[in-house]
């Protein structure tokens, strides 16, 4: 990333309000005015890319807050995305750091291993004990990091470690499509409900789903990390699972797809990335491209064609937490948290928006800082426990605020990072997924 992507920038301020790293750190170097300077005294050689210099590059959430904040049009975006690499030199990180990357690498972008290694924490996980260790502060001996991860361990159910669905699931009623359905890594072992609810909501909208069995991460994990070369053939394996259920012959008939669904939308922002990410790999730019095309957020996708006019007669109103169905007089109040990569990352905002306006005596609020970063980012949360607790308690605290029962997020790292700080807090407000509101509304 040359010169000219850096022009732009007269260094005016107006993004500094917008970032969250600059929010809790309050240092120059770690906003993204201050970033982009530092990037055109490395290309000038003017300072050298040495630990301290990475390490305001790490502080980095990526939640491209200041990319919409920017009057100038600079694509802040893609210069961190350029930079990103270069700072996973092994020489910029301690061993520790490493070490605690390697494995989340290792782990999070396959369901099979996560699944593998949790399967001893299922009654740990949810249970007295744990409330019990959290209480007593006992995490704070495996160290920050590890710490966090426990933090942020939710309660595990059967549904955590299986995919029950067939390679289609049929329309109900009038048949309006054939859409695939990304289940996600993360999501479908921490949030399974979520995939669950989507399908259901797919289904009642009369689209068929299109689940390819066996599919592994989309790379989101490594893509915002720099890790290119994982990325790539985590994009690679994604394509052929979708590829090997499609077409003359194969499991789910030759009809094709008209759009590819994902209910995460961190994974949506890498998704649509494909053509770019295997942009120079022979042989798979065109198929990138492809499907690349075809990728919706399901929420951005149900808007555009419209819930069916079956499916709105069967929304009922949602239930309190008293148990009392809302009505006129007393509706439920939902706050609606945007995740980065979905409002900043994909331009996405009134879909999700619209959707939950159609379940009855929903009142739809917003959060006074709707476009700050939760904390989560990734593995932000894990790998810079300090500076994301301290936006997990912004956020958690802005949209308590709401006065709302129950929140909204499309995003699995936000929801486990917002449960996580309303929970300390004392703010007992159930997170949900719009999908999962949307199904719960089903009559």
């Known amino acids: 990333m040359g010169s000219a992507a850096t022009d732009p920038c007269v260094h005016c301020g107006f993004c500094l309000p917008t970032c969250a790293s600059y929010r809790v750190i309050g240092s120059e170097m770690d906003s993204p005015r201050g970033r982009i300077h530092t990037i055109k005294a490395l290309e000038r050689g003017e300072l050298e890319l040495d630990a301290t210099v990475a390490s305001h590059f790490d502080s980095c959430l990526g939640c491209l807050a200041c990319v ?5 049009g600079v694509r802040y975006d893609e210069l961190i995305e350029a930079t990103r690499p270069k700072l996973n030199a092994p020489e910029l990180r301690s061993p520790g750091q490493q070490a605690l990357r390697r494995l989340l690498f290792s782990l999070l972008p396959y369901p099979g291993r996560l699944r593998a290694l949790l399967q001893p924490l299922r009654l740990y996980a949810g249970s007295a004990l744990q409330t019990q260790i959290r ?11 590890l710490e966090a991860m ?4 939710p309660e595990l159910t059967p549904a955590s470690f299986r995919d029950p669905w067939p390679v289609v699931v049929p329309a109900q009623g009038e048949r309006r499509g054939r859409v695939g359905l990304v289940l996600g ?3 479908r072992v921490f949030d399974p409900d979520v995939n669950g609810a989507t399908i259901r909501v797919l289904s009642a909208n009369g689209l068929d789903v299109v689940i390819p069995p066996a599919q592994g991460c989309c790379g989101a994990v490594t893509h915002h990390q720099g890790e290119l070369q994982q990325t790539i053939e985590l994009a690679q394996q994604l394509i052929c699972r979708f590829e090997a259920v499609v077409g003359e012959g194969k499991p789910a008939g030759p009809e094709p797809l008209d759009a590819v669904l994902v209910a995460a939308s961190g994974c949506g922002h890498t998704l649509k990335h494909y053509p770019k990410i295997l942009e120079d790999v022979e042989g798979w730019h065109e198929r990138a491209q492809r499907f690349g095309d075809q990728i919706f957020d399901v929420q951005e996708y149900l808007h555009r064609i419209g819930l069916s006019e079956s499916f709105q007669q069967r929304l009922q109103p949602l239930h309190h937490p008293n148990g009392e ?3 006129a007089e ?15 990352g994909q331009g996405i905002k009134e879909p999700p928006r619209s959707l939950l306006n ?6 739809l609020r917003e959060a006074s800082e709707a476009g700050l970063c939760c904390g989560s980012a990734g593995i932000y949360n894990i790998t810079q426990p300090d500076e994301a607790a301290a936006l997990g308690v912004l956020k958690a605290t802005d949209l308590a605020k709401t006065g709302a029962c129950r929140i909204a997020s499309a995003n699995i790292g936000c929801s486990l990072q917002i449960r996580r700080h309303l929970s300390d807090l004392g703010h007992p407000i159930q997170v949900a997924h719009p999908m999962e509101l949307l199904d719960q509304s089903l009559a």
Do not use: N, T, W
């Open 358 to 363: 159609s379940i009855p005596h929903l009142e």
């Open 325 to 327: 169905r809302a009505s």
């Open 330 to 344: 007393q509706p439920l109040v939902v706050a609606y948290h945007d995740a980065c990569h979905m409002l900043h």
């Open 150 to 153: 426990e933090q942020l361990l």
């Open 135 to 145: 209480r007593s502060k006992l995490g704070r001996i495996l160290g920050p990091q």
């Open 185 to 187: 890594c993360v999501q």
């Open 68 to 72: 919409s904040a920017c009057p100038s």
